[in-house]
């Protein structure tokens, strides 16, 4: 029997929901690759290239309300950073990657190493650049991409993991990376952890519960001025691109909980 209980507190399941008609990723046909924007991948509906797939079959019912959210979020939903028109920027993807864990629902993410040139010690998805052996840009790339960076990064089995959706691709001015997050199902965890410490200093998880405690959100204020969402989790402050990207889940997820967002942490210039 399915076990539907949920949280009182944020309406997420605590538990897993028995799934069926489950699909592996790189089995099956694409449900599509995410929705069309400025620089996005095109509507769904054509078929996977071989190795990989999008699919929602089999997916526990508590990540349906991010799977629909995904098939019809806009570009200017998610955030005012958006891939230039001309087409400029470093095509990248990131791994949004969903598991269950002893206290339900969780979200994988990384912390960089503090000794990198950029964005040193900041929380992130697991990701990077799109590599030529990654195949096209605008369909199935992204897929690959966002698979193979979070293998090497955190030495992730991604044929445990069910790519189920897509977003349109976002921008990051300060670097000008084109990034497209792609959605994931972790159906069949594998040990995960530091593959390089010059790159990697740690790989955790995060329950979802404690994204939407009211008591974990702020807002992250840099000194240029810039301010965005933040989360105070793990021992980690989450903020920038990543914590931008749960922001928008958990809002358009129905997740969210009322937080105070006149409570403010401040950045240094080395963020």
Same mark, same amino acid.
């Given at each position: 029997?399915?076990?539907?209980?949920?949280?009182?507190?944020?309406?997420? =399941?605590?538990?897993?929901?028995? !799934?069926? /008609?489950? !699909?592996?990723?790189?089995?099956? +046909?694409?449900?599509?690759?995410?929705?069309?924007? $400025?620089?996005? $991948?095109?509507?769904?509906?054509?078929?996977?290239?071989?190795? *990989?797939?999008? !699919?929602?079959?089999?997916?526990?019912?508590?990540?349906? $309300?991010?799977?629909?959210a995904?098939?019809?979020?806009?570009? %200017?939903?998610?955030?005012?950073?958006? $891939? &230039?028109?001309? /087409?400029?920027?470093?095509?990248?993807a #990131?791994?949004?990657?969903?598991?269950?864990?002893?206290?339900?629902?969780e979200?994988?993410?990384?912390?960089?190493?503090?000794?990198?040139?950029?964005?040193?010690? %900041? &929380?992130?998805?697991?990701?990077?650049?799109?590599?030529?052996?990654? /195949?096209?840009?605008?369909? !199935?790339? =992204?897929?690959?991409?966002?698979?193979?960076?979070?293998?090497?990064? @955190?030495?992730?089995?991604?044929?445990?993991?069910?790519?189920?959706?897509?977003?349109?691709?976002?921008?990051?001015?300060? +670097? +000008?990376?084109?990034?497209t997050?792609?959605?994931?199902?972790?159906?069949?965890?594998?040990?995960?952890? #530091? #593959?390089?410490?010059?790159?990697?200093?740690?790989?955790? @998880?995060? &329950?979802?519960?404690?994204?939407?405690?009211?008591?974990?959100?702020?807002?992250? #204020?840099?000194?240029?001025?810039?301010?965005?969402?933040a989360?105070?989790?793990?021992?980690?402050?989450?903020?920038?691109? @990543?914590?931008?990207?749960?922001?928008?889940? *958990?809002?358009?997820?129905?997740?969210?909980?009322?937080?105070?967002?006149?409570?403010?942490?401040?950045?240094?210039?080395?963020?």
């Amino acid at each position: 029997m399915a076990d539907d209980r949920r949280c009182e507190s944020t309406g997420v =399941p605590m538990t897993h929901v028995q !799934t069926h /008609g489950m !699909t592996h990723a790189g089995n099956g +046909s694409a449900e599509g690759l995410g929705r069309s924007g $400025p620089g996005g $991948p095109g509507p769904g509906g054509g078929a996977a290239e071989a190795g *990989v797939a999008v !699919t929602t079959d089999g997916l526990p019912a508590w990540l349906d $309300p991010v799977a629909r959210a995904a098939r019809s979020v806009q570009p %200017q939903q998610l955030s005012r950073f958006l $891939p &230039p028109e001309s /087409g400029a920027g470093r095509q990248s993807a #990131v791994l949004v990657l969903f598991g269950e864990g002893e206290r339900g629902p969780e979200l994988l993410l990384m912390e960089r190493s503090g000794t990198l040139r950029s964005h040193a010690g %900041q &929380p992130s998805f697991p990701g990077g650049a799109l590599d030529p052996e990654d /195949g096209d840009q605008a369909t !199935t790339g =992204p897929l690959r991409a966002a698979l193979r960076e979070a293998e090497e990064e @955190t030495g992730l089995d991604p044929r445990g993991v069910q790519l189920f959706g897509v977003l349109p691709r976002l921008y990051i001015p300060v +670097s +000008s990376f084109v990034v497209t997050p792609v959605l994931g199902w972790w159906r069949a965890p594998s040990p995960v952890g #530091v #593959v390089d410490p010059a790159e990697t200093a740690r790989v955790f @998880t995060v &329950p979802v519960a404690d994204l939407t405690d009211p008591a974990n959100r702020a807002t992250a #204020v840099h000194p240029s001025g810039h301010s965005g969402p933040a989360f105070l989790v793990e021992s980690a402050l989450v903020w920038g691109f @990543t914590a931008g990207v749960i922001d928008r889940i *958990v809002h358009y997820a129905g997740w969210e909980r009322p937080w105070d967002r006149a409570r403010q942490v401040p950045l240094d210039w080395r963020a």
